[in-house]
């Protein structure tokens, strides 16, 4: 039996979660093309499925052609099973260490036919790719390959690999043991170990060559897979294996039989929409399952569809060489991929949850929580064009039962708990029937069950906002024009009915600053240099403000706010304005006061850590011949007392994600988990690497920390890792979690992802669902973890100092 990250009980559904609502789901069909990043590990295609007949190719020769074009077609063919395509056909003194394919092309595939010579067809497929093919792949005997149960074999000395079976072409193989999965009669294909794996997508790949079974001295099943420490291979040597041999499309069987069973299995993300539904609703769909395999020098993900067909698989590597940092795709990791982890690769920890629910997005965020019912946001995490699905769930907050959903498509909703905690507002909200391009409508629904008390009609083609202040709904309806009118109408909350308007000239749908679910006392209107705050039970102005130097920035800038309370955090009745050409203000609500500035430059960012601190990141140029990029601007870290202004230290780097313990600054600087005094800007500890710290062009993504008794977690990267808080010892990542960082949604990663009240721990991700762990129980199984001595230790002053000095010893004299 495979464990699964959570428990399975009558309650759940067979990956460990709450069903989701079946009308969630949709016969929608994957066609994204994901970009593809260096590291690739595997070529796509199908070996295991049925193939055409071949055409007889024509006999003759091809003339050459003039330089850069074809020689004349001789004739067509089909392949039969997939086929590795050469840029050159092998050289008679070539080793077998030295070959490789281009690419693979597909079963089924048409190619015209240049040349046929002996073993080889120079051809051209329909989508333009050309080389050198083994012939055998467009005859009929390619049909007839069969996987089989992989199977270990030991070459007899002066054993020849052959290019396919019954080839002329043959290298003789002095190399080590071979395993094939896929044998056609008495021969069995092998991917040999040449010392080389795939670094880029147009990296050569492995060339499926064929060992005679009679050339084999033993012969034995792979038991356990390849993958257990006793197979005797190491990662590097797996990779390559199965770089050859485990390819898209591969049975489920034939994956368990080279690999084994597998530590855990997780919902894999989701698979692109590509056509709507019968109402318009673009719906994502199940992505399969994630397979996860752990050994001490690597980790490996294999993706399988709900038909339980491979369709990706990527290794998990330690970050060791420069040029490691770049392989990672911008918009997702690729089907198939390596990819490199700055930290060391530590066994995960199994937490017991007390429920999982899964959703009809990859991303889910908390939002708010009322006594008996969790309010989660599910998102595709697209942007622009390409956003599809935004969705709300209450759960109880018990069980994780989803008691309602709303669809809002690919629109944005926005949600307004009300202060008794009793119902919300939604604004975008769709009802059944209506379509995507609707407007929508304000819906005030009962928190508990989703039930519509009162709805609003939205304006059709027009840019709207929506917010709660005090006991008013208001709504803000842009002006059309620069110079028309807009309209702002406040609703009362119990019963929808208009309480008061006003119609403003040149208003512009940022020109409403109050926050979702911030509490604010008042209205919150910026308009130019003005800032003024409106009764919202009558619309009188109860107080201004105004800018010294430039206009109010209302978020047309994505300047996002330096603070980002807790999803679960009370309002503190301030809000931190952006006034362009100044800076920052942090704005008593109640009054209009100033509490705190920052003159912040146009290129920083900063966050409010709370007890009076900020922490500020500033590009520092650096002269390089007038040019100006990544390359050539530093970041730099200030502290400041909001106070006063003081700079209380400056370190260079980036230092982000940061939470104050005491006299101490948890952070990750420059991409690192780290600790540093809070007075001094001085290291306490940072995490240990694996020998590179990563560079700017490492792509990177953190959530926020969370102290967990003596602990810390931490979403970094894909996982959720947990550290000693005294010393940084990593403990290793907990097990059923991938967490993800779309574009304009810093906010939410910050708050949303986890958060913990009352003795539970609240976890939002980035594979379709949203789960509770039990505070005492995570720390019972951490305090196990640390008593065991597992982890990696952090790296202190002290501890490098002294790794330094074994580096480096002093002369004696």
Not at 482 to 502: F, H, I, N
Not at 577 to 589: T, V
Request: net charge negative; glycine share 12%; aromatic share 8%.
């Amino acid at each position: 039996m495979r464990k699964a990250s959570t428990p399975r009980t009558a309650e759940l559904d067979r990956r460990g979660g709450n069903q989701m609502n079946p009308n969630l789901a949709g016969p929608i069909r994957r066609t994204i093309l994901y970009v593809c990043a260096a590291g690739l590990l595997l070529a796509p295609g199908g070996y295991y499925g049925a193939a055409p007949s071949a055409q007889a190719a024509s006999a003759g020769s091809a003339a050459d052609a003039s330089a850069g074009k074809y020689p004349a077609v001789v004739g067509t063919a089909k392949l039969r099973a997939e086929a590795p395509l050469l840029r050159a056909e092998p050289g008679a003194d070539a080793s077998w260490r030295e070959l490789s394919a281009g690419s693979y092309l597909p079963a089924g595939g048409e190619l015209k036919l240049f040349a046929r010579e002996g073993d080889w067809l120079r051809a051209k497929d329909r989508t333009g790719a050309s080389g050198w093919i083994p012939a055998w792949y467009a005859s009929a005997a390619a049909s007839e390959a069969q996987a089989t149960e992989a199977v270990k074999l030991t070459p007899a000395a002066g054993a020849k690999l052959r290019l396919a079976p019954g080839s002329r072409a043959a290298w003789a193989y002095d190399g080590g043991p071979l395993v094939s999965n896929l044998r056609v009669g008495e021969w069995y294909a092998v991917s040999p170990a040449t010392g080389r794996t795939m670094t880029g997508e147009y990296a050569p790949r492995p060339l499926l060559l064929w060992l005679k079974a009679g050339d084999a001295e033993s012969k034995q099943l792979v038991n356990g897979g390849l993958l257990k420490p006793e197979s005797g291979y190491s990662a590097e040597q797996i990779r390559e294996m199965l770089d050859g041999l485990l390819r898209s499309g591969a049975s489920e069987q034939a994956v368990l039989d080279l690999l084994g069973e597998p530590l855990s299995e997780t919902d894999a993300r989701m698979a692109f929409p590509d056509q709507p539904d019968s109402e318009g609703f673009y719906h994502w769909t199940s992505g399969g399952v994630d397979w996860r395999y752990e050994r001490p020098d690597g980790h490996l993900i294999v993706r399988l569809s709900d038909e339980g067909r491979l369709t990706g698989a990527n290794w998990i590597l330690p970050l060791k060489r420069y040029e490691q940092q770049t392989y990672y795709s911008w918009l997702q990791t690729p089907d198939f991929a390596s990819v490199y982890r700055p930290l060391p690769l530590l066994p995960s920890l199994t937490p017991e949850t007390d429920w999982r629910t899964r959703i009809g997005t990859d991303y889910a965020y908390l939002e708010y929580a009322s006594e008996d019912t969790l309010i989660v946001r599910g998102d595709d995490g697209g942007f622009s064009g390409m956003h599809y699905s935004s969705m709300l769930y209450g759960l109880d907050r018990k069980t994780g039962k989803i008691r309602w959903m709303f669809d809002a498509g690919w629109s944005a909703m926005s949600l307004i708990p009300d202060p008794t905690g009793e119902s919300l507002t939604v604004s975008g909200y769709l009802p059944k029937g209506a379509s995507p391009n609707d407007a929508g409508l304000i819906a005030h629904v009962r928190m508990k069950d989703g039930s519509l008390l009162w709805t609003y009609p939205l304006p059709q083609n027009a840019q709207t906002i929506t917010r709660a202040v005090g006991n008013s709904i208001v709504v803000l309806t842009a002006a059309a024009e620069s110079d028309g009118m807009g309209t702002l109408v406040a609703l009362e909350e119990r019963t929808g009915k208009p309480r008061w308007k006003q119609q403003i000239r040149g208003l512009r749908s940022y020109d409403l600053l109050n926050g979702e679910g911030t509490g604010d006392p008042y209205v919150l209107l910026g308009q130019g240099k003005n800032l003024r705050a409106l009764d919202p039970s009558d619309g009188r102005t109860a107080w201004t403000a105004s800018s010294e130097n430039g206009t109010i920035d209302g978020g047309q800038s994505f300047a996002f706010p330096p603070s980002s309370p807790s999803a679960l955090a009370k309002p503190d009745g301030t809000r931190w304005i952006k006034f362009d050409g100044e800076g920052w203000r942090k704005i008593d609500l109640a009054n209009g006061k100033t509490l705190a500035r920052y003159p912040l430059d146009t290129d920083g960012s900063f966050e409010d850590l709370g007890g009076g601190y900020l922490l500020v990141q500033e590009k520092e140029q650096i002269a390089s011949g007038g040019l100006s990029d990544s390359q050539t601007d530093r970041l730099r870290t200030k502290l400041i007392d909001v106070s006063s202004g003081r700079e209380i230290w400056t370190r260079g780097g980036a230092v982000a994600n940061g939470l104050i313990d005491g006299d101490t600054l948890y952070a990750v600087v420059d991409r690192i988990p780290s600790a540093l005094n809070l007075k001094t800007g001085g290291l306490i500890w940072e995490a240990r690497t694996n020998g590179l710290h990563p560079n700017r062009a490492f792509t990177h993504g953190a959530g926020s920390f969370l102290i967990v008794g003596d602990y810390l977690l931490l979403p970094y990267g894909e996982d959720l890792l947990a550290f000693e808080r005294g010393t940084g010892r990593q403990l290793g990542r907990l097990d059923g979690f991938r967490f993800g960082y779309p574009e304009l949604r810093d906010t939410y990663s910050r708050s949303s992802l986890l958060n913990e009240a009352d003795g539970k721990i609240y976890i939002g991700s980035a594979s379709r669902s949203f789960a509770v762990l039990d505070k005492p129980k995570l720390i019972a199984l951490l305090d196990e973890a640390a008593a065991s001595g597992r982890g990696v230790d952090g790296v202190t002053p002290a501890s490098r100092a002294a790794e330094e000095a074994a580096w480096y010893p002093a002369e004696t004299h």
